[in-house]
């Protein structure tokens, strides 16, 4: 007889039923070895598959988020979509805490808006404008000063862009994203964006084996553009509508929130979509 597993996918960021950032959910994978954990997440073909385990550290779950180019310490939509599950399955209310490898993430929800506080970022020098601006296959004047790599609990590279029209014109490469854009952990995390007053416009792009991808709507990417405006001198309590993923079909909506203490919150609207079961041998 085969294992029975139970799943759900839902969408993350999301306005409608099929918009946002997919997202499959394994509601239980305590009995499941370490090569199922990446062979379902290859199944799925998603940015990012999350297995729940029983809590082990006083959360409501313990995490584990898995893309197809290996195992992620944190994620942002995957813990804003596990939440949503994870309410479901423990009857855990609408304030609890996540256990993922980052140690544990506090989330809440308004409704299906659920919001992540994120940990206190790390940052690091980028490669110059012109080394960026080859990478992006663009001219160096489409960027702005202030490209930055910040750590919220992904590494990532942050580059401001000079307006909406010069983010739309990038074509980055494989080449270029594994050459210039890839963190410390090997892995290619490039994060463009435009800023004009409360609104932001962005673009994420990372690297599957050979192939250039881009996210709909990147949550750790919001996250650590929480953190580089509070390097570059923001002050006080602020939020910001973020749209993502106008190059993908897939146009999600995040909340950026910095409060009076300085915490950088992230959020957005989880819509389940399918639930089904996966057989194992």
């Known amino acids: 007889m085969p294992r029975r597993v139970d799943f759900q996918v839902v969408n993350v960021f999301a306005e409608t039923r099929f918009g946002g950032n997919q997202l499959a959910v394994i509601e239980d994978a305590s009995k ?10 290859q199944q799925f073909n998603l940015s990012e598959t999350t297995f729940i385990y029983p809590a082990r550290s006083g959360g409501a779950a313990k995490v584990r988020i898995m893309s197809p180019d290996g195992e992620m310490q944190f994620a942002g939509h995957p813990t804003l979509g596990t939440a949503w599950v994870v309410r479901g399955l423990k009857k855990a209310g609408e304030s609890f805490s996540l256990e993922l490898n980052v140690g544990p993430i506090s989330v809440r929800a308004e409704g299906d808006v659920w ?23 663009t001219n160096e004047a489409a960027l702005l000063p202030g490209a930055r790599w910040m750590n919220s609990g992904t590494e990532q590279l942050l580059i401001p862009m000079r307006d909406t029209q010069a983010l739309a014109a990038v074509r980055p490469d494989v080449e270029g994203l594994r050459v210039y854009g890839s963190n410390k952990d090997g892995r290619a995390n490039v ?24 996210d709909p709507g990147t949550g750790s990417a919001c996250a650590n553009l929480g953190a580089w405006m509070l390097e570059r001198g923001h002050k006080g309590a602020a939020t910001w509508r973020v749209e993502q993923g106008h190059a993908t079909g897939r146009v999600t909506h995040l909340r950026l929130r910095i409060d009076a203490e300085h915490s950088v919150y992230v959020a957005g609207r989880v819509i389940p979509v399918m639930k089904g079961v996966l057989e194992l041998d």
């Open 32 to 41: 499941l070895t370490e090569s199922e954990l990446m062979a379902i997440c």
């Open 115 to 137: 919001e992540l506080k994120a940990n206190k970022a790390t940052s690091r020098e980028a490669p110059s404008n012109a080394s960026l601006s080859q990478m992006l296959k």
């Open 191 to 214: 994060s463009l964006f435009v800023v004009h007053g409360s609104s932001v416009t962005s673009r994420y792009f990372w690297v599957n084996h050979s192939e250039v991808r881009e």
